[in-house]
């Protein structure tokens, strides 16, 4: 029973791979196929326009507009980051005097 399977699947591979050999050899389709995919990507960029449009119009962020936020975020961070170490130092500069003040003088 595999065996007629396998015959007829082959069979069908060869008949598809011949139609798509016929395909590709007629101009005309290939140039029906390059206009779809123009066309498609024309409307792709028609519809990621409209939809930036609509989201301004919402007060939505694009996906760029929240890339960038997301960068400036980051960017922040790492600002507050280094921040933060050179108040711990300061800090540590202030306590070392403290203590230096604090201690008895010997004489």
């Known amino acids: 029973m ?9 069979m069908g591979e060869e008949k598809l791979g011949q139609l798509v050999a016929k395909l590709l050899s007629n ?5 029906g196929v390059q206009v779809l ?3 498609s990507l024309e409307a792709k960029e028609m519809v990621d ?3 930036q449009v609509l989201l301004g119009a919402m007060g939505l962020p694009t996906a760029e507009e929240y ?3 997301i960068e ?3 960017s922040v961070e790492e600002d ?3 921040i933060k170490e050179r108040l711990g130092k300061l800090e540590q500069k202030n306590k070392s005097k403290a203590k ?3 201690s008895p003088k010997k004489s």
């Open 2 to 10: 595999n065996k007629v399977f396998d015959q007829l699947k082959n």
């Open 27 to 31: 101009e005309k389709f290939v140039q």
């Open 37 to 39: 995919v123009s066309k």
């Open 49 to 51: 326009k409209q939809v």
């Open 67 to 69: 890339r960038n936020l």
């Open 72 to 74: 400036r975020l980051e």
């Open 80 to 82: 507050l980051d280094v």
């Open 100 to 102: 230096k003040k604090a």
